[in-house]
């Protein structure tokens, strides 16, 4: 079993990253299911929910950077085949998909003639206004991608936990910080 450990600089942004999409699922929940239509508390959660998507589009891009310059410690040799598959199409798909759904949510604002804001500062119109019917399509994409991202973070925990508890290789330490 290795003992190494990811990057400081890998999981500071893992565990910012981590909250920030905490808070992008439940704001996101809120404002379109919880939340009166056209309300002040709905526009507040729009905009946060904009602003902290575009914060999160830079951490992921300094993740990839750090990824590429810090290589990460490997899986232990006693996790094989299918399980070390499927660790890597997780990993992978933890990179994928918040690119995705950023990329929609910007798309769905920028569609429905609207320029992304990040707290207040405009962001540059990366799509261009082009109406109601590629804005719903990006809207659903957004979700439904979104959701997807939720239950591979869901099963990227799991499997963190059921290699500690149950298979007795502890690799959560990897991504913590302090000793073990």
């Not at 379109?32 to 914060?55: K, N």
């Not at 994409?141 to 099963?155: D, Q, S």
Request: proline residues 4%.
């Amino acid at each position: 079993m290795t003992h190494e450990k990811y990057h400081l600089a890998a999981r500071l942004i893992h565990w910012i990253m981590a909250a920030g999409f905490v808070f992008m699922w439940g704001c996101g929940y809120a404002m379109t299911t919880l939340v009166e239509d056209d309300s002040p508390l709905e526009e507040l959660l729009f905009d946060l929910h904009i602003s902290i998507g575009v914060t999160l589009l830079a951490l992921l891009v300094l993740r990839i950077a750090v990824r590429l310059a810090k290589r990460p410690p490997p899986l232990p040799d006693s996790i094989r085949g299918t399980e070390r598959t499927a660790a890597h199409l997780g990993h992978a798909a933890l990179y994928a998909l918040p690119a995705l759904v950023i990329a929609l949510g910007w798309a769905e604002t920028n569609f429905g003639g609207h320029t992304v804001q990040w707290f207040g500062v405009e962001m540059p119109q990366v799509f261009p206004e082009t109406g109601e019917d590629l804005q719903d399509l990006s809207e659903d994409l957004h979700m439904w991608l979104a959701y997807t991202m939720l239950a591979v973070t869901a099963g990227h925990i799991a499997a963190a936990f059921k290699h500690r508890w149950f298979d007795g290789h502890d690799i959560i330490h990897r991504m913590t910080f302090g000793d073990r």
